[in-house]
C-alpha cells in the first residue's frame, strides 16, 4: 500500500512484512530537497513503526554532502534507531537493506552516512538487487559464500564517451557488491585527500618527504637515522617540521600520506 507520494520519493508499507519500501522515482535537486523527503521518511517511520526498510536508489544522481551526512545521522538515523522498532538480524546487521543505483559515485556517498562498527548507527545491508534485499530481509537469501564461487574480475576498456572521456567496464560477482563498492570508495577517498593536500604535501623537503616515508613504515627515529645516514636529532627534527607543515598533531593522522608514496 502506498502511504506516502512525495516530489522525488516514494513509499510502501508492505504490512505482511512489516517492511516500508522506499524507492527515489526522481532525483534532489539539492540537500533541501533531500532533506524534506527524509523527514517525511521519518514521519512515516514513526507512525507506522515497520521492523524491516528497503530502499531502491535506482534513480538517485544527488551526492550528498558531508554536512547533509551529519544532519541525516543526527535527524533521521540516530532518532529511528533509538526507537528501537526495526529488527536486527542473528548476523548483527539491521533490518535496512539498500539496493545500488546507476549512479555509483551517488550511492558510494549513500553509504558514507554509515559508520561501521559503531553501536550508535545503523549497520544496514547493500545489494545489487531488489530481489537479493528482499530475500536476504525475508531470510530466504541463498546468496553464496563468495569464495566458493568461480568468477574472476573483470575489467575492460570500452573506449571513449562522446566527451572523450575514457569508459570502462567492471564485472564482479554480484555477491560481493559491498566489498566492490568500498574498493571503489577507498580509491575515491584517496583521491579527494591527495587533491587537497598535495599543496601541503608539496611544502615538504625532498630530506622530510624520505623521514615521513619511514615514518608512515612505523620506523623509529634511531632506525630512521641509521637508514638516512644521520643523526636521531636530524630525524626529530624532520619530524617536527613535517607535523608543522601538514598540520598535523598525531602519528595517525600521517598515514594518510601513504597514498603519496604508492
Not at 545521522?73 to 533509538?82: G, R, V, Y
Not at 624532520?238 to 602519528?251: A, E, M
Request: glycine residues 4%; charged residues 30%.
Amino acid at each position: 500500500m502506498e502511504v506516502y507520494n512525495g516530489p522525488h520519493l516514494i513509499i510502501k508499507h508492505e504490512q505482511e512484512n512489516s517492511r516500508l519500501v522506499n524507492t527515489w522515482k526522481s532525483s534532489p535537486h539539492n540537500d533541501g530537497e533531500y532533506r524534506n523527503e527524509l523527514m517525511e521518511h521519518r514521519s512515516v517511520v514513526e507512525k507506522i513503526k515497520p521492523s524491516q526498510v528497503l530502499w531502491l536508489l535506482n534513480k538517485l544522481t544527488f551526492k550528498v554532502s558531508d554536512k547533509t551526512k551529519k544532519w541525516v545521522d543526527e535527524n533521521i538515523s540516530k532518532p529511528i534507531f533509538k526507537a528501537g522498532f526495526i529488527g536486527k538480524r542473528q548476523d548483527k546487521f539491521d533490518q535496512v537493506a539498500f539496493v545500488v543505483g546507476h549512479d555509483v559515485l551517488a550511492y558510494i556517498e549513500v553509504m558514507g552516512m554509515f559508520k561501521e562498527n559503531s553501536p550508535d548507527d545503523f549497520k544496514p545491508k547493500h545489494f545489487a538487487t531488489e530481489l537479493e534485499a528482499a530475500n536476504w530481509l525475508t531470510e530466504e537469501t541463498t546468496t553464496k559464500d563468495s569464495k566458493s564461487e568461480d568468477h574472476q574480475l573483470e575489467i575492460n576498456y570500452k573506449g571513449l564517451d562522446s566527451q572523450g572521456r575514457t569508459v570502462m567496464e567492471f564485472k564482479e560477482s554480484a555477491s560481493v557488491i559491498t566489498r566492490t563498492l568500498k574498493f571503489f570508495k577507498s580509491i575515491i577517498e584517496q583521491n579527494q585527500f591527495m587533491k587537497n593536500n598535495v599543496g601541503r604535501y608539496s611544502l615538504l623537503s625532498t630530506r622530510e618527504k624520505e623521514t615521513l616515508k619511514f615514518i608512515i613504515k612505523g620506523h623509529t627515529n634511531e632506525k630512521i637515522s641509521q637508514e638516512m645516514s644521520v643523526s636521531p636529532n636530524t630525524i626529530r627534527t624532520h619530524r617536527n617540521r613535517i607535523w608543522k607543515k601538514l598540520g598535523i598533531k598525531q602519528f595517525k593522522d600521517c598515514l594518510s600520506y601513504q597514498c603519496f608514496f604508492d
